[in-house]
């Protein structure tokens, strides 16, 4: 049994009301509609149905006598709910008709201006989705008071999950573009690729802290991976140089944000993994480089990646100097909490810290 066909009868059918005169001067225009649309008097019977339900019932085999005409909508759909679970009628079903039953009532009652559901509706041959529509009839001295629209969503539902298969293509494909620019950057610099990594490892817990959606976080994690691709630029002696660099030197270094930038801007990626490259090293403050942005000019991402790259950068060994401890991290992100570093980020990455060290 589903719901998107006439049902059949559990008992024998109340008596009829006059379904020509209840229904007929609204008959050409139910008929012009492709929903299936049946209408009901003040107790929930179908006083009258256009030929779209007449169709759709004699293509799946309707069981109901005369399309459920003097049938009780509100009775049938009640006496699912008292069904057991069986072939016929699955436990999702009689939930379903629970609550259409209920949003039907509200609507009849006048509790609701509206009640709409949408629902599958799987034939063995296809899957399909039906929206259920329930509105109230305008009260002019007639029998009928609201009207019930079963309206096909199938190929507006296959073509959203064409459109999502799509992008999970696109999302594969993305994902294994950063996975050969990584690798290009590994192949050169094995410090670096090793710190993208854990930095990509912080900004995930980050945005998780800060709730950010599944999609957001894809592309943090992308855009973390590779943040310091323009380091490929620069030349191994300046990167693993172990005394202080000169101010030549510094300017290349400070440099690698804009070539990250210029590799990446012209991949059409659906995340601003761009922009997080190329603002990594921007401050809130204004007091960062290269662009010199402050605020919310610059994107989350950027400012999530910003805290978690200088908190591993000092945790780590560089091959100027060795890594500094845990608590040094710790103090420069609480003295450039809400200067340097978004508060709520550098406050995420601490929670998730303090979590992973009470554990």
């Known amino acids: 049994m589903t719901l998107c066909e006439p049902l059949p009868s559990l008992g024998a059918p109340v008596a009829r009301p006059p379904f020509e005169e209840a229904g007929a001067r609204f008959r050409p225009i139910m008929d012009a509609m492709t929903a299936h649309i049946a209408l009901l008097d003040g107790a929930g019977t179908i006083v009258a149905v256009n030929e779209a339900w007449k169709r759709f019932a004699d293509s799946n085999c309707g069981r109901s006598p005369g399309y ?3 049938l009780n909508y509100l009775q049938l759909l009640d006496g699912m709910q008292g069904c057991q679970p069986c072939a016929r009628c699955s436990a999702e079903e009689m939930e379903l008709a629970r609550r259409i039953a209920g949003g039907i009532r509200a609507v009849l009652k006048g509790r609701s201006p509206k009640f709409q559901i949408e629902y599958p509706c799987h034939s063995p041959t296809e899957r399909r989705w039906f929206l259920l529509t329930v509105s109230p009839f305008p009260d002019d001295g007639g029998p009928i008071r609201a009207v019930v629209a079963h309206e096909d969503l199938t190929p507006l539902r296959a073509a959203q999950e064409a459109a999502l298969h799509h ?3 696109l999302a ?16 050169r610099d094995a410090y670096t690729a090793g710190h993208q990594n854990q930095v990509a490892t912080l900004c995930e817990a980050i945005a998780r802290r800060l709730e950010l959606d599944e999609e957001q976080r894809q592309g943090l994690q992308l855009g973390a991976r590779i943040h310091d691709i323009g380091k490929i630029s620069v030349p191994l002696d300046i990167l693993g140089k172990p005394g202080k660099l000169s101010p030549p030197e510094l300017e290349i270094i400070r440099y690698h944000p804009q070539v990250g930038y210029e590799i990446l801007c012209g991949i059409d990626f659906p995340w601003p993994i761009a922009d997080m490259v190329h603002q990594h090293h921007e401050r809130v403050d204004g ?22 790259d200088v908190f591993d950068a000092i945790i780590s060994h560089r091959p100027y100097r060795a890594a500094r401890s845990r608590e040094e991290g710790l103090r420069e992100l ?17 929670a998730h810290l303090a979590e992973v060290e009470g554990a």
């Open 68 to 70: 459920g005409l003097g």
């Open 167 to 169: 992008s999970a293509q």
């Open 287 to 308: 007091s960062g480089y290269p662009q010199g942005l402050a605020g919310e000019d610059i994107c989350l991402e950027a400012r999530i990646i910003a805290v978690a």
């Open 172 to 187: 594969a494909s993305f994902s294994r573009t950063v996975d050969a620019i990584a690798l290009a950057i590994e192949k």
């Open 334 to 350: 609480a003295l450039g909490r809400g200067s340097r570093f978004d508060a709520r980020v550098v406050d995420a990455l601490l």
